[in-house]
């Protein structure tokens, strides 16, 4: 059974980091890529940003370049996303997503999706 | 804020139809698969349909999608209760070399 699980949000002051994880399970992680996707109280989904199954590639939104970095380590199945400069803006959920195995385009559809972790940015 | 168009929220009686539109434009739907998830906040997202009418295994055949140019559409028939939920239609955008998602649609049965 594919498993996804979020970690790592919590209450941020603006200006603070935060790393959040996603652990996979039930599927080979390295030959899927992965994506992380937010979702601001009462605001629709908003793609956030792409990463190949290697780490290789990576694409990022407007909104989110320079400051968020998403990277992943295929030996412990877990995909990461580094967030600096925290603004208000950026109280979300965060989801983390799979892409499917034949698809290595990266305007690729996520397939399987975690259940998300809060971030809060407020002082 | 959201490049695809759809409208805030739908409803309708157990049994009835149900459909959602989604505009974009040539640089998303015009030129990409269209993608539906279903969502029920604090929960997963789940993929409905994908390259714009193929359904994955074990959505029931209930849902179903369709493209048209510049605008795609998600209909439900059969309408359940289970259906209440959020619904995002979502294609990559060449101009913005990202995915774009819909504004969301309600659904919500009567």
Request: hydrophobic residues 30%.
């Amino acid at each position: 059974e594919v498993q996804l699980v979020e970690s790592g949000g919590g209450l941020v002051q603006p200006g603070g980091s935060l790393r959040l994880s996603c652990e996979a399970s039930g599927f080979t992680f390295s030959s899927h890529a992965m994506s992380w996707v937010r979702q601001a109280p009462g605001k629709g989904l908003e793609w956030v940003s792409s990463i190949s199954g290697s780490g290789f590639n990576t694409y990022y939104a407007d909104s989110v370049k320079g400051r968020f970095t998403i990277s992943r380590d295929n030996s412990k199945n877990t995909l990461y996303v580094q967030i600096n400069s925290l603004r208000a803006e950026d109280t979300a959920v965060f989801y983390c997503a799979r892409t499917p195995i034949a698809c290595t385009s990266p305007s690729c559809y996520s397939d399987y999706w975690g259940q998300g972790t809060l971030v809060t940015v407020s002082s | 804020q959201s490049v695809l168009t759809q409208p805030p929220s739908a409803s309708g009686t157990p049994g009835q139809r149900v459909t959602i539109s989604c505009s974009g434009s040539s640089s998303n739907i015009g030129g990409n698969p269209v993608n539906w998830y279903q969502h029920l906040p604090g929960t997963a997202p789940k993929l409905l349909i994908y390259t714009n009418n193929q359904r994955p295994s074990g959505v029931p055949d209930r849902f179903s999608g369709s493209k048209s140019g510049t605008s795609a559409s998600l209909a439900i028939s059969g309408l359940q209760s289970e259906d209440e939920a959020d619904y995002y239609c979502a294609a990559w955008d060449d101009g913005l070399k990202g995915h774009v998602f819909g504004t969301g649609t309600k659904v919500t049965v009567l």
